[in-house]
């Protein structure tokens, strides 16, 4: 897979997370955030099972793949557990707009954690952070930017969100994706119903009358983009990544015009052409490096992470 491919399959996950906001804000109408996330990901595990039946192949190598992915899906479930129930408490006191804005921040997160690792961060990749972070700005700040307690909460998300990306971009490249998929939607489910069980009361009725925005949360938001995300980041730079599913702010902005009737201002519309420059700009040095490994196939290192 080239890494014009693998972008494109992560600029399906950023539009379906974005629409996905639609779905997250109204099923809060009904559950708690807990058990909307324990249900979610326990449906997003369970709609894997099938695909991995499917591509098992024999017995003694699949058991092996499975071995192998559990220790991965237990640290990369935990993290993912730890970004989405602190974005999800942190809305209760904050606005909807700045918890976007805190949570993209991970465009920043990812290459200065990258840099403290000792990786290489191109310019292109720099540039395209710093546009999409200005982007984000002017798309989701509409009041005065002070810091609450719902805000620490956001940007402490933000950072386990920035080590996520990084987790599957390690990772996505030594197991296989939909193990890998799987076991981090069940772990992330799991936790996620332990702490329902003890600070929500679950009423399976209003589960029931949710289930649209469930199943698209579960299925969609989280089967299949989630995936996509692992079978992208195998092939796509990290820095790369967090630059181009930062656009689901973008697609949530769009999905919030098309389906809630919400109108964009200037400056919105101005924030969601800076972040798509900045994803343009950050994709420049990687098909340089793409085009130059097709015309010298051998000097790919698959082993090699780059970020």
Known sequence: MSVLKSNVLLLITAAIWGLAFVAQRV?????????????RFFLGSLSLIP???????????????FKSAVVPGIIAGTVLFGGVSLQQVGLV?????K??????LYVVLVPLISILLGRKIGVSSLLGSVLATGGLYLLCIKETLTVNYGDMLQLIGAFF???????????SRRVDALKLSCFQFFVCSALSMAVALVTETIVWADILAAYIVILYGGICST??????QVVAQKYAPPVNAAIIMSMETVFAAIGGFL????????TEIFGCALMLS????????SLRKDKAEEAHPGCRDSTNITI
């Open 27 to 39: 099923g809060m109408d009904y559950v708690g955030p807990f058990t909307f996330n324990g249900v």
């Open 51 to 65: 695909l991995i039946f499917y591509f098992r192949g024999d017995a003694q190598n699949s058991r092996r793949e």
């Open 93 to 97: 006191y904050t606005t909807a707009g």
């Open 99 to 104: 918890a976007a804005f805190i949570t993209g």
């Open 161 to 171: 969100w920035a080590v996520h990306i990084l987790i599957i971009g390690y990772y």
């Open 223 to 228: 089967g299949i983009a989630y995936t996509l």
């Open 259 to 266: 389906i809630l009737q919400e109108r964009m201002s200037g």
């Open 278 to 285: 900045g994803m343009l700009a950050a994709q420049i040095g």
